[in-house]
Structures are given as structure tokens and as C-alpha cells.
């Protein structure tokens, strides 16, 4: 699939999917995409998003003690939140490769 830079950065691109930006390949996941029907000044909708990295878990040997031993594959979690009400919008979990 190849999609304009324009259009995708105007808002009539891919929400999701394979996509070309120049040279550069990618496959978008998630976005915050708003339709090109949509006035300007309505195009005000905040998102964040929080990652967290999993790649150490206490595993002690003795109750209150504290051992931080790495995961074989650790992972990523991102977390996309809509930006006024907190609210969680999409979240995805990816593993390292072995």
C-alpha cells in the first residue's frame, strides 16, 4: 500500500496497517486519526502515552529481601490514554525477539 505523505499527514491516510513514508516502511499499529471532514478548530484531542519496560522481576530468596533477576524475553507495553478524560484508548504488549 503506498499513501501520500500529504494525505496521510492531513488526515485522509491509513488509521492503521502497512504504510510508506519516503523510503521508510512501517506498520502502524494505532493512531490517533481524525478524518480530513473534521473543522480545525474541533481537531483538539489530546492523547498521551505511558511505557513500561519489563525486563527485570524481584524474585527473592527470603520473605522482605529483594532479588532482581532478567526476564528470558522481556517486554514492552504501551499504553495510549485519551488526554482529558484519562481513559484508556488502546494498549499493546511486545515481546524481544529470542
Not at 70 to 89: C, E, M, N, S, W
Amino acid at each position: 500500500m503506498k499513501n501520500s505523505d500529504a494525505d496521510f499527514i492531513f488526515g485522509s491516510g491509513s488509521v492503521n496497517g502497512p504504510f510508506k513514508y519516503g523510503p521508510r516502511k512501517c506498520d502502524i499499529r494505532w493512531s490517533a486519526h481524525y478524518r480530513n471532514d473534521i473543522p480545525r478548530d474541533q481537531l483538539n484531542h489530546p492523547t498521551y502515552c505511558v511505557v513500561q519496560v519489563n525486563n527485570v522481576f524481584n524474585n527473592p530468596k527470603k520473605l522482605g529481601e529483594t532479588r532482581w533477576v532478567a526476564f528470558p524475553r522481556p517486554h514492552v507495553i504501551f499504553q495510549y490514554y485519551d488526554g482529558r478524560t484519562g481513559k484508556l484508548l488502546y494498549a499493546e504488549s511486545i515481546q524481544a525477539k529470542r
